[in-house]
Structure formats: C-alpha cells, structure tokens
C-alpha cells in the first residue's frame, strides 16, 4: 500500500526559506517517478518538480526553477523539497506525488497523492 506523509510546511516571510519532507513507502523507487504538486486557492493543481526513477532526470516548472530543489534518499523512503527565496505567489498545498509515469507528473496527474501540507507566505 503506498503512503506519503507530507511534513515541514508552514508560514514564512517572502524570501525565506522552507524545507519539505515525504515519508514514502509503498511502491517501487526504481520504476516510480516521484514529485510534488501544488494547488492555491482558485488555481488549477500544478506540477511543481518532479524527478524520474531510472536516470533522476529532474523538471521544474518555470515558476520555481532556480528556487526550488527536490532531492530523495530512496534509502531512507523520504523526498524532500528546499524552497528558497519563496514569494507570496508560493502560498498553497503542497502534495507529495507518485507515479509510474515521469510524464505523467509533469501533466499534474498522479497515481497516488498525499494529504498535502499548507505552505504560506505572507509577511
């Protein structure tokens, strides 16, 4: 049975800095690809990163590239996401996600989802 357990979220001043954490189990690291999602308020759900399984090739979507790094330690089953210089526009849940498909996560659909972590930034 796949789990993922989303923690680190929190309220933080724009530029600051917050640090995600998945607890991931469930599934097979070396054929799942596996990412985070996003939805604000309002606004449509949205692929934030994500890296494949094979060959930990990474996407990031423009709004957070150079901002945001997802790495993972399938090891220890975790995935973690630093956000740095976060913006107000950063504010939502963010949804620790699984895959089969590295693509599929770019599109913003998942096999599996977490229960989300509300991350707010806002002076």
């Known amino acids: 049975q796949v789990q993922l357990v989303e923690s680190g979220g929190g309220l933080v001043q724009p530029g600051g800095s917050l640090r995600l954490s998945c607890a991931a189990s469930?599934?097979?690291?070396?054929?799942?690809?596996i990412g985070w999602f996003r939805q604000a308020p309002g606004h449509e759900r949205e692929g934030v990163v994500c890296v494949s399984s094979a060959d930990n090739v990474t996407y990031y979507a423009d709004s957070v590239k150079g901002r945001f790094t997802i790495s993972r330690d399938s090891a220890k089953k975790m995935v973690y996401l630093q956000m740095n210089s976060l913006k107000p526009e950063d504010t939502a849940i963010y949804y620790c996600?699984?895959?089969?498909?590295?693509?599929?996560?770019?599109?913003?659909?998942?096999?599996?989802r977490g229960q989300g972590t509300q991350v707010t930034v806002s002076s």
């Open positions: 469930g599934f097979d690291w070396d054929f799942h690809a």
């Open positions: 996600v699984v895959d089969r498909s590295y693509y599929a996560l770019i599109g913003g659909t998942s096999d599996y």
